[in-house]
């Protein structure tokens, strides 16, 4: 009799997992945070198509580059989210389509110990690719105080974009930087204090072209990096913090 | 019975743990060389920092003077510095009387714990930094480095070094204040031997450590200005000694090189990962820890490139 009901429990819990291969990196966060951000009863599988590159070792814990390369990926992306396992808020990014594919997006994030990070992308039939990398750290990147908090006048930079665009074949790279504090909200009791929502729209008909919702993990005054194909007029470019200020430009300047 | 038994079962387990110490290693086998009468050097590894070499990376060397010795650098650890202290005392009968610390780099000045600290002389702005820094290095430093650095704590130098020309025994020194590698960097050069001390301001077949510097180009300017110094031997802050102004040239090369390829790469608009990943030329093949050290360049040089290479949006 007992035999049986380990057998049943056994099988139950093979069907728990049925949809989540095993963590090549076999991180401790791996089963947890597939389920927290991607949801039960889902098929995830490691896609080696899809690039995603962070490097070996951070250099600066609290500016650490994050690549993600779909050029080799068959599929329309429905959504992407990437997190960063072992931070004290894992998400780093979701991202929403518009009606051009994104090809490419780079940011910097921040990392508080060595960690794996991930990036889930939805194909068209619900399906979760994964793609793992790790990076090695000293740490400590998302409790380590801003250069802004260091700075008494960061005010009068505050909210500056630079932007530019270059061409990139059939697609165009646009560069965007703001200053902005991103307070994870973990550091000498300054409250959370970041950009939460940013949005890419065609200058013409108004379509939104992506739309990207940041967390905790991200890092001080981002690089926003995305390739898009070719829209019809220079983009918009929408930003919101979480104190609800609104950032507006129009990315113009395309180049070489 | 049971006594002499144990100490039996005891004695190899004994040896056993001895060996393992010698093997895990915490002896720096430090050697100098003279390269002119007087005047040695103690030249390290071009490796980066690990648990195996202990963190001795760094050239650290001494002179005579007739009336003392005058040493450059104590190394990455107390226990370096109090090797290298022995190394100084079995070498010379001079008792040391000066130690210049050239900049606030961890492998540079965290053996002063060995040495008196009347003795102990750094550049005003490099005290600042190793102020400022000094802790987190530290942090840095256990890590990579572990055991090695067991008891190492940070030694405020007592005494503040002036830039100048200074007459100490039968040498005259010009000490030499630049700020391409830190923000200040000491290079002492001795008119009596020609010798060039030139710290961290040039590498040899070893990657540059960029990440405080406060410009490339400024480096490359303090270069220009050390090339026009009558030296015959050039000490480096990292990689062997040598004669004339080989080392100085490849060091100017990469720079000139690391300068001109961020700059493209920004204006066409490269991420910081491909930066990271692009070609090296070959003719820095020599160099050791290009590839990491081009890392951590890009980590901190490489966002100034691209916010110029963008447009104020308005």
């Not at chain 1, 992306?77 to 389509?97: G, M």
């Not at chain 1, 703001?178 to 929502?197: K, L, Y």
């Not at chain 2, 100490?168 to 000491?186: A, I, P, Q």
Request: hydrophobic share 40%; net charge negative.
């Amino acid at each position: 009799m007992s035999r049986w009901w380990l057998l049943v429990l056994l099988w139950a819990g093979l069907q728990a997992h049925a949809g989540v291969p095993a963590d090549p990196f076999g991180s401790p966060m791996w089963e947890y945070n597939l389920e927290r951000y991607l949801g039960a009863d889902v098929q995830v599988r490691h896609d080696a198509r899809i690039d995603l590159q962070v490097p070996a070792f951070a250099e600066d814990s609290a500016q650490v580059p994050l690549t993600l390369d779909l050029a080799n990926f068959p599929h329309r992306p429905q959504r992407i989210i990437a997190w960063v396992d072992l931070n004290p808020v894992p998400h780093l990014f979701t991202y929403e389509p518009g009606v051009t594919p994104l090809r490419l997006i780079a940011l910097n994030f921040r990392v508080q110990q060595a960690t794996t990070v991930r990036a889930a992308v939805q194909d068209d039939e619900g399906i979760w690719h994964v793609a793992s990398a790790h990076v090695d750290a000293a740490g400590g990147g998302c409790t380590a105080p801003s250069l802004t908090a260091a700075n008494p006048d960061w005010e009068r930079s505050f909210g500056t974009i630079r932007g530019r665009a270059f061409s990139r074949g059939d697609h165009l790279r646009y560069k965007t930087s703001v200053m902005h504090p991103m307070d994870s909200g973990m550091v000498d009791n300054i409250p959370a204090f970041f950009i939460e929502q940013v949005e890419l729209r065609d200058g013409g008909e108004d379509e939104l072209l992506l739309r990207l919702m940041l967390s905790e993990s991200a890092a001080e005054n981002p690089m926003f990096v995305f390739e898009l194909p070719h829209p019809l007029a220079a983009p918009r470019l929408w930003m919101r913090d979480n104190h609800g200020n609104v950032f507006e430009r129009r990315l113009e300047g395309e180049t070489g | 019975m049971m006594r002499h038994f144990l100490s039996r079962l005891m004695a190899p387990i004994l040896v056993g743990l001895a060996c393992a110490t010698a093997q895990a290693g915490t002896d720096y086998a430090l050697e100098a060389m003279e390269i002119e009468p007087g005047v040695w050097v103690v030249e390290g590894s071009t490796e980066n920092f690990s648990r195996e070499n202990g963190g001795n990376i760094v050239n650290t060397a001494f002179l005579e003077t007739g009336a003392g010795v005058v040493v450059i650098d104590t190394g990455p650890s107390r226990r370096y510095g109090e090797a290298l202290k022995r190394l100084i005392e079995g070498t010379t009968h001079e008792p040391i009387t000066h130690v210049l610390l050239t900049h606030h780099h961890p492998d540079h000045v965290f053996g002063n714990q060995a040495f008196d600290p009347d003795t102990l002389y750094m550049l005003d702005t490099a005290k600042e930094l190793l102020r400022r820094d000094g802790e987190a290095f530290a942090d840095n430093m256990y890590r990579l480095v572990g055991d090695w650095m067991r008891g190492t704590e940070i030694i405020m130098p007592e005494k503040t070094l002036h830039p100048g020309e200074w007459e100490v025994g039968n040498r005259r020194l010009h000490l030499l204040e630049f700020t391409g590698h830190t923000g200040s960097d000491l290079v002492v050069f001795d008119e009596e031997s020609k010798v060039l001390f030139a710290a961290d301001l040039v590498f040899h077949d070893r990657a540059l450590t960029t990440p405080q510097s406060p410009g490339l180009t400024t480096w490359i300017e303090d270069l220009e200005l050390l090339e026009a110094l009558p030296f015959r031997w050039l000490v480096p802050g990292h990689g062997a000694p040598s004669m004339g102004n080989m080392a100085l040239q490849q060091t100017r090369d990469y720079l000139a090189w690391l300068d001109e390829a961020l700059t493209r790469a920004a204006s066409e608009g490269w991420s910081m990962t491909e930066v990271t990943a692009m070609d090296i030329p070959s003719r820095f093949d020599a160099l050791e820890g290009s590839r990491y050290e081009l890392t951590r360049t890009v980590t901190h040089l490489y966002p100034a490139y691209e916010k110029a290479a963008l447009m104020l949006l308005e």
